[in-house]
Nanobody, 116 residues
């Protein structure tokens, strides 16, 4: 059974940093690229960063240069280092495989709020 537990969110001022962590279990981690997604109020969930098993990464333009995704295959953990945060980064952040399928399980996510 797949389980995904995200943590590390919080309230931060613009320009600040946060580090998100995701623990994955149930076999999802070892065979998949992993991604960090976010969903802001009234908006669709979007993939913002992904990392393949070989460590290659990709980012949406809005976070490139500010966010860094990484993974620890031995610990089945994924991380998202977020620097120079902006108010538009405010959202609930989730991790999951990348890409996902319609019936994939999602964790509860972690709330990131960027506000002065």
């Amino acid at each position: 059974q797949v389980q995904l537990v995200e943590s590390g969110g919080g309230l931060v001022q613009p320009g600040g940093s946060l580090s998100l962590s995701c623990v994955a279990s149930g076999g999802i981690f070892s065979i998949n690229a992993m991604g960090w997604y976010r969903q802001a109020p009234g908006r669709r969930r979007e993939l913002v960063a992904a990392i393949a098993n070989d460590g290659s990464t990709s980012y949406v333009p809005s976070v490139k240069g500010r966010f860094t995704i990484s993974r620890d295959n031995a610990k089945t953990r994924a991380y998202l280092q977020m620097n120079n945060l902006k108010p538009e980064d405010t959202a609930v952040y989730y991790c999951n495989r990348a890409p996902t399928s319609p019936h994939d399980y999602w964790g509860q996510g972690t709330q990131v709020t960027v506000s002065s």
